[in-house]
């Protein structure tokens, strides 16, 4: 594994507004990840696992503190730059795989190629993009789901349609946010083999999980207590 | 004239018809006509009925008599109006049936004026003389055919006094007419330049006339047809506005309904839009979906309704008639609105104008929802439920 730093984060705060109640979910977190690592993120429910992981992947901003994704501070930069980063360099799997249930199988992974590109360049390039997609599909064992509704899926399949959405363009981190945690232990384990296999193929991966068995298999474990990284 | 095309003399009057068979006097208005020149100037012969059977069957000029009764008395010809009372009844579908047999003589009954338009003392009040009823005529706006008869120029001219006279004093009153109606060239407009073409040609004709009254002449307007008909056709005008308006009205309360159906899209696809925005969907992205369908709506909608209005439109008449028959409801009252059928054409260009309002309707409907889309965040709409 080398050193180069790929993500860091400084100091990151981030409270929610409930009603009337200020609930501090972050409290100064600082975390670097490097390229090639696979890095879970452990802790109790409510200790802020989430909230960290959608703020390192742009879908979130911080209240205070930084990111910086290959030296560039990712909230300071124009809205453009992190819709930018969330399609091409950061991969999102989620734990309700949220699926668009009125597109294919197919479509579902090709989607982040056509939101990256114009209308002419999907239109002279949508056969290969396809073909592309097909190979992800058929090396997680999904060739035969090509054409179907996730609707008409297993947990286990929709899970694995998720990861191939967000690999498709080849990002250079996958973050996934509690990826077994709807899905039963060997269903679990099938999915958790396939992210342990992309890392081992030089994909950097950050996972948010509650299973601390899983999680002893990964290169670094980052345990959040009460908004804080804890030893 | 280099821009008209054809003219013709008319007099116009009012006076009495009386028909003995069916017996009854009416009130009405009596124009005399030239028959071949006002065919050449106006429409007047696609109303008629017999006329667009037979041309020669129809003469007003000339004294006829019944073809099959050779001793008949010779009369001269007239045309009467097919809505006036008691001559015709006309059923729900539209279709005329005619009480008024072929050479049925009638009587008409004209009150002579004078150059200044007093009753003339000289003579008996009123004239009376004899028609057979030759043809009817339905110009389909039912003031005109419920209130007019048609006999000849020079024959009403004769009765009326209008023709050349010579007073006590020697003096020669020229022949009269009531209206000169002028046909221009189809490459001529009609506007404001054209009236004061034929004007001035009018006004440099009467003005090298040798009449001792002068000033008649001098009082002749030139207008267009539809100025001498404006209260016929502004009821339908304020009709048109009216329905415009409502419309309008309408096409306001479809903004807010498309604005109600599309937020609710919004909402049903909340987390949809959280997925689409997680993958890399920009705001500009999100709204443009929702745009670009509102657009799809607009112009899918338009193109239906554009089908279905130029039907409706083209077969409106059929439609009322239709709902007289099965409902028995009169939405057109000829007697109300003065046309006999609802009068309606399809303006290419006001139909450009409505598709392109219905496109832009349909996205201004579809820009609050798709403005709401594109601000979403992204973690609280992957959460919604």
């Known amino acids: ?231 | 004239m280099k821009i008209v095309d054809s003219a013709t003399p008319v007099i116009y009057t009012a006076g009495l018809l009386r028909v003995q068979n069916p017996d009854r006097t009416n009130t009405v208005r009596i124009e005399g006509i030239d028959l071949a020149g006002h065919l050449a100037v106006t429409k007047f012969g696609s109303g008629l009925h017999r006329y667009n059977k037979n041309p020669k069957s129809v003469t007003l000029s000339k004294p006829a008599q019944p073809p099959d009764e050779p001793d008949a008395e010779k009369l001269y010809g007239l045309i009467y109006g097919l809505d006036i009372s008691g001559f015709s009844y006309r059923d729900p579908d539209g279709v005329y049936q005619r009480y008024i047999h072929n050479y049925t003589s009638c009587m008409i009954s004209v009150i002579p004026l004078t150059i200044s338009g007093k009753i003339m003392d000289a003579v008996t009040p009123a004239r009376t003389q004899k028609f057979y009823m030759v043809d009817d005529s339905r110009t389909k706006v039912y003031d005109i055919d419920a209130n007019y008869v048609y006999v000849d120029f020079n024959v009403l001219q004769k009765m009326l006094y209008m023709d050349e006279q010579q007073t006590d004093d020697n003096r020669t009153i020229p022949a009269r007419t009531t209206q000169i109606h002028i046909k221009v060239k189809p490459s001529v407009p009609i506007n404001d330049q054209t009236l004061k073409t034929i004007s001035t040609a009018w006004f440099d004709y009467s003005d090298g006339l040798d009449d001792s009254d002068n000033s008649l002449l001098k009082s002749v307007e030139v207008n267009r047809w539809e100025t001498y008909n404006a209260p016929l056709i502004s009821a339908v005008e304020n009709e048109k506005r009216l329905m415009i308006m409502l419309f309008g009205i309408i096409s306001i309360v479809a903004v807010f309904l498309i604005l109600a159906i599309f937020y609710m899209i919004v909402v049903e696809k909340t987390r949809d839009i959280g997925i689409l925005k997680s993958i890399g969907a920009s705001a500009y992205q999100i709204a443009a979906i929702f745009l670009a369908y509102g657009g799809v709506i607009g112009f899918i909608g338009s193109i239906l309704g554009t089908i279905l209005g130029y039907y409706f439109v083209e077969h409106i008449n059929e439609f009322q008639n239709w709902l007289i028959n099965v409902f028995g409801w009169r939405v057109w009252n000829r007697e109300v609105y003065a046309f006999d059928e609802i009068p309606s054409r399809v303006e290419p260009w006001d139909v450009t104008i409505i598709i392109i309002a219905a496109i832009v309707a349909s996205i201004i409907g579809a820009l609050v929802p798709a403005i709401r889309a594109a601000r979403m965040n992204p973690v609280e709409a992957l959460r919604y439920e």
């Open chain 1, 1 to 231: 594994m080398n050193n180069n730093i790929l993500l860091q984060a400084n100091n990151l705060h981030k409270t929610y507004q409930l009603d009337m109640v200020r609930v501090p979910v972050l409290k100064g977190v600082d975390l670097q990840i490097k390229k090639g690592e696979f890095v879970t993120i452990v802790g109790v429910s409510g200790s802020g696992k989430s909230t960290l992981l959608h703020i390192l992947g742009a879908l979130d901003q911080p209240d205070q503190g930084s990111v910086t994704f290959n030296q560039t501070d990712v909230f300071t930069a124009p809205d453009t730059y992190r819709d930018d980063l969330r399609n091409k360099a950061f991969g999102f799997v989620f734990q309700f795989y949220h699926l668009l249930p009125e597109l294919t199988v197919l479509e579902n992974v090709t989607m982040p190629v056509l939101i990256g590109s114009t209308v002419g360049n999907w239109l002279g390039q949508s056969r290969v993009v396809e073909d592309h997609a097909k190979g992800i599909l058929t090396r997680l064992g999904l060739d035969h789901r090509i054409f179907h509704l996730p609707g008409q899926l297993s947990g286990g399949e929709r899970q694995r349609v998720a990861i191939a959405r967000a690999i498709v363009n080849a990002p250079e981190i996958l973050l996934a946010d509690e990826p077994t945690g709807n899905l039963d232990a060997a269903t679990g384990k099938q999915i958790f083999q396939i992210l342990l296999e992309l890392n081992r193929t030089g994909q950097t991966v950050i996972m948010v999980t509650h299973d601390t068995e899983l999680a002893r298999q990964t290169h670094r474990i980052v345990k959040l207590h009460d908004g804080k990284i804890v030893n």
